[in-house]
């Protein structure tokens, strides 16, 4: 290639350039074909050169022809302009960082897909939109048949006289309708989980592994079950002095915004953000402290204006003894672990405490546990612990 200098005229294809007859190579040959790239590389070179010499049809192949345009604007006028732009960016950075949270990194996020509609506020924080983000597609591992069903018998194996289930979550594909589709935290495959079918009085154990894309723990309703095992992984047992035998709840529902306070109400827009009991939200709600084997009245008192609220106390069932004021007799006395508090419903109920450890008692609606969409030590809003010492 090096003896082929800019602008010379190509041979045909199938002859060198030194007049060398090379007739062993056919003219559709490995050597016409270097020729021709040649001649592309030349024709470029040449066309850049201008001189117009020896341009024969190269010209005619479209790299020819760049105009240099003299500009006509003086210095102080591109300066202006210059200024201008980065002013128009500024004051745009700074109008959106009023609706916006500018300071949210796309890593913090991990490419949270928002519901449409949903506001998101120049100080909503990275992990509230982890937390109403839709399952992400990725974490997806299993795809059920349309037409599975959940609540299957989970059948155990027998360990030295023990009963253990296995149970495995993950996120699964689950159509609700033969066509529609969504995308779960299941147990075992299924939604509902399996169903585990045990006899008064069976050693169970019960192993879970967790294939979710985040921690998670198994709380158990029906059973009375060691603190160790309830559940509440972030909510840490432990033990303090000191006792009460009764305490009353009161509900209330906030939508507190960028510094406004607004009515909560069931409505687009008017959904709230905050939850409180007696005005404190967890974790700035009481403790209550009391000893194993001391019975605590507790009265919820409906006083939240939109919202049923699910209340539930950990650690075994307690006794309703009394609803919107009236006093049940002991024969109509019946055992529960929640009881849904509507706007003006009271009801009065005798929890005992078992064991030890750091019991809850909490709205069962996980939105009314979090402080604007964020847990905090494991809770939130309408969550308060009953700390029973030995
Ligand atoms: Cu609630």
């Known amino acids: 290639m090096s003896d082929n200098k800019p602008g010379q005229a190509v041979p045909a294809p199938g002859h060198a350039h030194d007049g060398t007859d090379r007739s ?8 016409s074909i270097n020729e021709d790239q040649q001649m592309q590389h030349g024709s ?10 020896g341009e024969l049809d190269h010209a005619s192949m479209g790299h020819g022809a760049m105009h240099h345009m003299q500009s006509q604007a003086t210095g102080p006028q591109k300066f202006v302009v210059g200024l201008a732009s980065v002013l128009a960016l500024v004051v745009a950075l700074i109008f959106s ?19 449409p509609g949903m506001i998101m506020t120049y100080d909503s924080p990275a992990e509230a939109m982890r937390d109403m983000a839709a399952v992400n597609p990725r974490a997806v591992s299993y795809t059920a048949p ?46 509902p989980g399996p169903r585990i079918r045990i ?18 723990t198994v709380h158990w309703h029906g059973l009375i079950v060691p603190n160790a095992m309830d559940g509440p992984a972030e909510i ?3 033990n303090q002095p000191a006792y009460d035998l009764e305490y009353t709840i009161q509900l209330q529902e906030w939508l507190e915004r960028e510094g406004y306070t607004y009515p909560a109400m069931l409505m687009e827009g008017g959904l709230p953000n905050y939850f409180t009991i007696n005005g404190k939200a967890y974790p700035a709600t009481d403790t209550i ?14 006083s939240n204006n939109n919202f049923v609220h699910p209340m539930h106390i950990h650690g075994g069932p307690f006794e309703v003894v009394a609803r919107d004021g009236e006093s049940i007799p002991p024969s109509a006395r019946f055992l ?26 909490h709205c069962h609606i996980p939105h009314h546990t979090t402080n604007n969409n964020v847990e905090e030590q494991g809770g939130g809003g309408l969550t308060l612990i009953i700390n029973v010492t030995p």
Do not use: C
């Open 146 to 191: 349309a037409d599975a069903r959940g609540d299957q018998p989970l059948q155990p194996h027998i360990e030295n006289g023990v009963k253990v289930f296995d149970l495995e979550t993950s996120v699964i594909k689950w159509n609700i309708l033969p066509h529609e589709q969504v995308m779960a935290y299941a147990f075992n495959h299924q939604v």
């Open 336 to 361: 529960a672990d929640t009881v849904n508090v509507g706007p003006g419903r009271r009801y009065d109920v005798i929890w005992q405490a078992r064991e030890p450890g750091k019991w809850l008692i």
């Open 236 to 238: 840490p047992s432990a």
């Open 24 to 31: 062993e190579h056919p003219a559709t040959g490995q050597d």
């Open 97 to 115: 960082a009023t609706y916006a949270n500018l300071s949210i990194s796309a890593p913090e996020v991990e490419g949270a897909v928002m519901p």
């Open 44 to 53: 470029r070179h040449h066309t850049s050169s201008g001189d117009g010499r």
């Open 199 to 216: 006899t008064e009085g069976d050693r169970v154990r019960i192993n879970v592994t967790n294939h979710l894309p985040e921690s998670t």
């Open 289 to 302: 402290t009391m000893r194993v084997g001391q019975k605590l009245l507790v009265r919820f008192i409906g």
